[in-house]
């Protein structure tokens, strides 16, 4: 089991930053991957960027050349900076841990943090 505790949303104008930070503990030694997904109201949870335990990144189209994910492993945590904010990019984003174990994979989610950008 893994638990993941966000922080770092808030609310900024268009062209600020954010940075979101998600701590890990637990299993965490069986982590395969982590990310941060957003979702907006009636719409469905949508992957923003990933990094992998061998350190692979992949990010949403919308969010590339402005939002970069990293890790920290001596804290257990793994970071999304985010410049160049856009209204569009206001959302509730989701901390997100990929287990894999014996074969099967497992998902955890934490809590969500509101990001709010104003035009």
């Known amino acids: 089991q893994v638990q993941l505790v966000e922080s770092g949303g808030g609310a900024v104008q268009a062209g600020g930053s954010l940075r979101l930070s998600c701590a890990a503990s637990g299993s965490i030694f069986r982590i395969n991957a982590m990310g941060w997904y957003r979702q907006a109201p009636g719409k469905q949870r949508e992957l923003v960027a990933q990094i992998t335990s061998g350190g692979s990144t992949n990010y949403a189209d919308s969010v590339s050349g402005r939002f970069t994910i990293s890790r920290d492993n001596a804290k257990n945590t793994v970071y999304l900076q985010m410049n160049s904010l856009k209204p569009e990019d206001t959302d509730v984003y989701y901390c997100?841990?990929?287990?894999?174990?014996?074969?099967?994979?497992?998902?955890?989610w934490g809590q969500g943090t509101q990001v709010t950008v104003a035009s």
């Open positions: 997100n841990a990929e287990l894999q174990r014996g074969g099967v994979f497992y998902d955890y």
